[in-house]
């Protein structure tokens, strides 16, 4: 059998493995094993699958995943994101759906220190749906907004996805993290620009809240502090370059600590909690990334990257309608597959064609997050809506009813991105000094 043929077996095999429900990590490892084995020799591949975990979990570059899950961890844990949340209802709550922006809002900030769309969306359900439903907002509404502000979690930075590309690419980490700061914060826009459109039509979906003094306003300007300042320290050194990104997870989890130990508001018990949610999703993360790299050597080998590409390089086609193509191919499997599965299975093969066609990778990889984003609030998938309807116990067929109109605002930051790639890499370039 050739090794074209071994490697699409090896890939019917994966995909049939995730929609089992196999995890991801389990499912690599396996099928990249084997497939190695079949086609270099068995020998092969078990000192394949014995010396690739310490080279991947040794990587100095992958040191910076725990320290930014830390940070946020720390701060989730000591209730500041409550704080958050009332910092900016105090400024956007007496607007006409202002409740649901400020859940977008909010979102948008606690995510500069979660960097998880798990970590975000479950807080701000916790936080916001009941506020929401106090003010007689309608469900839908409310779930929505939740589900749409969690998907911020893995753009803006710090994004544990943008860095798991930025390893498995080899595309500068530190720059992909500032790359995804315009996008998100046009993302956030449009959502609260939907949110206006929808309320503004059926006024009965969210009634007005009280106004705040501006003294009220200025209170609750100085209950964000923490998260600005762990923000400019930990992005902020990174874009100015006094750190590298490894560096400013370190400095903003010991800044988390310090803010919290010194606001009296972590006890031993959130401390001891905040290790144990960090320690066990970076150890997820690291399974996934070995798996990923065995499944990659694997595909490697069978030649079907190579293969592919040299096709397309064929083609006379138009490099956008390719990419539209592969668009397309990624928002139906975010119809079935969990996002970090879709990076490992598609990026041996999809990164060479996206630099052969001449588009830039670091571009690219927050094209792939929004596409993903996309997939996290669409059914039958949509783990996000499934999360919050959980914590809500909202009917999920109608939070998936409200969050169509997000999902309309979601496409047309992909198309603004795509047409104007500069709103990606505009930070980067400055960064660089060019």
């Known amino acids: 059998m050739s090794p ?7 890939i019917v095999l994966l995909l049939l493995l995730f929609l089992m429900k196999v995890p991801v990590s389990i499912s690599l490892i396996i099928v990249g094993t084997i497939g190695f084995g079949a086609i270099r020799g068995w020998e092969a591949g078990l000192v394949q699958l014995g010396t690739t975990p310490f080279s991947t979990a ?3 570059s992958l040191s910076v995943i725990p320290l930014f899950i830390l940070m946020g961890m720390f701060l989730s844990y000591s209730g500041f994101g409550r704080d958050l949340y009332q910092a900016v209802d105090a400024w956007l709550g007496h607007i006409k759906g202002g409740l649901a922006m400020t859940t977008i809002g909010t979102s948008a900030l606690f995510s500069s220190i979660s960097g998880s769309v798990n970590a975000t969306t479950a807080t701000m359900a916790k936080i916001s749906i009941p506020e929401m439903k106090k003010y007689n907002y309608d469900s839908g509404l409310s779930t929505a907004s939740v589900a749409a502000g969690g998907t911020l979690g893995i753009l ?3 994004s544990v996805i943008l860095i798991l590309y930025g390893v498995l690419t080899m595309e500068n980490v530190g720059e992909l993290l500032i790359a995804g700061i315009v996008p998100g914060i046009l993302q956030m826009v449009l959502f609260m620009s939907v949110i206006y459109y929808v309320v503004r039509k059926n006024p009965s979906l969210a009634p007005v809240s009280e106004k705040r003094t501006t003294n009220e306003r200025l209170r609750g ?8 300042l762990l923000f400019g320290l930990s992005i902020g050194g990174i874009y100015f370059g006094y ?3 490894t560096e400013a997870g370190a400095i903003g989890a010991l800044g988390a600590l310090v803010i919290t130990l010194c606001a009296r508001r972590l006890s031993w018990h959130d401390f001891v909690t905040s290790l144990s949610e960090t320690t066990r999703l970076t150890a997820m993360i690291f ?3 070995i798996g990923a790299n065995i499944f990659s050597q694997f595909l490697a080998i069978s030649r079907i990257p190579a293969e592919v590409t040299a096709f397309v ?3 006379d086609m138009s490099p956008f309608l390719i990419l539209a193509v592969i668009l397309l191919v990624y928002f139906v499997l975010g119809l079935f597959l969990e996002g970090i599965a879709i990076f490992v299975l598609t990026l041996p093969v999809v990164y060479p064609l996206i630099t052969l066609l001449g588009f830039d990778g670091m571009w690219f990889g927050v094209i792939m997050v929004m596409v993903m984003n996309i997939g996290l609030i669409t059914p039958p998938l949509g783990i996000s809506v499934y999360v919050i309807s959980g914590i809500a116990k909202v009917p999920i067929e109608k939070i998936f009813r409200g969050v169509t109109p997000m999902l309309v605002a979601m496409v047309l930051c992909l198309i603004l991105l ?12 400055l960064m660089r000094g060019n």
Do not use: A, N, R
């Open 221 to 228: 300007l100085m209950k964000i502090w923490p998260f600005l």
């Open 4 to 10: 074209e043929m071994i490697g699409t077996l090896g």
């Open 156 to 158: 803006i930075p710090p």
């Open 58 to 60: 040794s990587s100095y």
């Open 287 to 289: 399974f996934i990334l």
């Open 243 to 245: 750190f590298t990104p």
């Open 418 to 429: 795509v047409l104007f790639p500069q709103l990606v890499t505009f930070l980067p370039d």
């Open 313 to 315: 390089s064929q083609l």
